[in-house]
């Protein structure tokens, strides 16, 4: 059973990394793979029965906001946005000269790293 799994998560893991995958985009990959890895895992406490997956906790989605926003830096406002339902992420430099917007976490990511390193800012 053990190799069965071991199997299966390394074709998933290939299918899910790609060649020159950004190091700042290693930490949120790895968070992603982790949140699918562990809704295709049955609960512990689980008695078998229909039960719903347990939605992220507030707190824990603060916590990535936290993590994310230290990724792009001190000098980055972090906002998360939400209308009906479309979300989106957007992020803004301190002195108000940059604003980007981008439906997910990596993608925000990489263009702030081109923001920053095309335009000398320090993150």
Do not use: C
Request: net charge negative; proline share 6%; hydrophobic share 35%.
């Amino acid at each position: 059973m053990p190799e069965e799994y071991e199997t299966e998560l390394a074709r998933y893991l290939e299918q899910r990394i790609k060649p020159n995958l950004s190091q700042s985009a290693i930490p949120l990959m790895a968070r992603s793979i982790a949140k699918e890895l562990a809704k295709k895992q049955p609960s512990q406490d689980s008695n078998g029965g229909d039960q719903a997956s347990p939605r992220e906790s507030p707190a824990d989605f603060e916590a990535e906001m936290h993590e994310l926003q230290q990724e792009l830096g001190e000098s980055w406002i972090l906002r998360f946005s939400v209308k009906e339902k479309k979300g989106w992420l957007t992020a803004e430099s301190e002195d108000g000269s940059q604003r980007v917007e981008a439906p997910n976490a990596a993608s925000l990511v990489q263009i702030v790293e081109a923001i920053n390193e095309g335009g000398g800012r320090q993150s």
